[in-house]
């Protein structure tokens, strides 16, 4: 069995869990049936993690025991619908998130782009090697489409980034990337799939030389040893923040408080503010999680354990509530 070049660096090791990262755009007919069965799947597996099910396809992140996750990307890779999906295995000392969440939506990446579908048109796919081989050329600019908080703490070298809170705003910055329109632009993300819709909505602005890091950060430093990524990647469980790059490492972010070089991410204390920060750990424990005195007083304020990170309020969660288990039906189809 093989899932990537990758497997052969972490067999190496002896951690027990892995985390995955994927997504797959394919057509799944009543994404709410499937969200049933899938959930169900996932908890017989004894996965926990977030998966987003819609028309389009699928986005995940969950963690697992390594027979439990070899298991789930065998079944998935079984079923046609699923063949082509591509996940990024990151070694773990334990789960990397407390529950399990599938949920179906509108789209698997909240982006506002419905209308495009990236096995239709999208930007050319680069692996780690041909991204490395480009992308100091002086005709192509590295497009980051992430949020500001993400690459506050981590970017690749010299790459463009978007002011932008949510990937949903990406469209209004076409007008910035204008000047660009000559150039080979290459975008990049977390996982890549951010990319698919990005680089497809450039084309359809008139961008010729469009491109995109297939597998996106997290696959780069897993092939490459993420090479001239400045920083660390923020990821969406409750590491916060990953190493990348182990060839050149730095660090680019400051502490919000006092202004030190720090690439320890936080979320706020208070949850009404929840920023996502760079905190030293010495200002961590003196403004007790909290980004400005205002949050550190506020009445709401959670209990700061050292990470920063918060588990949201899921009202007494319960991964059976409101499930009724369909039984003798397979992920996979025959």
């Not at 819709?197 to 008139?206: C, D, I, Q, R, V």
């Not at 070089?261 to 200002?283: G, S």
Request: glycine share 6%.
């Amino acid at each position: 069995m093989e899932h990537g070049e990758v497997f052969f660096r972490l067999m190496e090791n002896n951690k027990a869990y892995y985390i995955l990262l994927y997504y797959c755009y394919t057509p799944i007919e009543n994404p709410e049936e499937f969200r049933e069965q899938h959930h169900y799947f996932c908890l017989d597996l004894n996965l926990r993690g977030r998966i987003i099910i819609a028309a389009e396809g699928l986005n995940g992140t969950v963690s697992g025991l390594k027979a439990d996750c070899e298991r789930y990307m065998d079944l998935m890779k079984a079923d046609p619908r699923f063949a082509s999906i591509d996940f990024k295995v990151e070694e773990y000392d334990n789960h990397a998130f407390t529950k399990l969440h599938v949920r179906t939506k509108p789209e698997i990446v909240h982006s506002d782009l419905v209308h495009i579908n990236p096995n239709l048109r999208t930007g050319v796919h680069l692996s780690a090697s041909e991204f490395k081989s480009l992308k100091d050329k002086e005709d192509v600019v590295i497009l980051d489409v992430r949020s500001n908080y993400e690459h506050a703490v981590g970017k690749f070298k010299n790459a463009v980034t978007l002011d932008i809170e949510n990937f949903r705003d990406f469209p209004e910055k076409i007008a910035e990337l204008e000047q660009f329109k000559d150039k080979k632009v290459i975008t990049y993300c977390t996982g890549g799939i951010k990319c698919e819709k990005a680089s497809a909505y450039l084309l359809e602005k008139g961008f010729k030389d469009v491109y995109q890091l297939h597998g996106g950060i997290i696959k780069y430093g897993l092939e490459a040893g993420g090479e001239d990524f400045e920083g660390k990647c923020y990821v969406f469980d409750n590491r916060i923040v990953v190493d990348i790059n182990t060839v050149n490492p730095m660090v680019i972010s400051k502490c919000h408080v006092c202004g030190t070089t720090c690439d320890r991410m936080v979320n706020c204390a208070n949850p009404e503010c929840n920023n996502h920060i760079p905190i030293c750990e010495k200002c961590g424990w003196e403004m007790e999680g909290a980004c400005s005195a205002e949050c550190k007083t506020h009445p709401e304020k959670r209990v700061y354990d050292g990470t920063g990170y918060y588990q949201k309020n899921t009202n007494h969660y319960n991964p059976y509530k409101n499930i009724k288990r369909i039984k003798n039906v397979e992920l996979v189809k025959e």
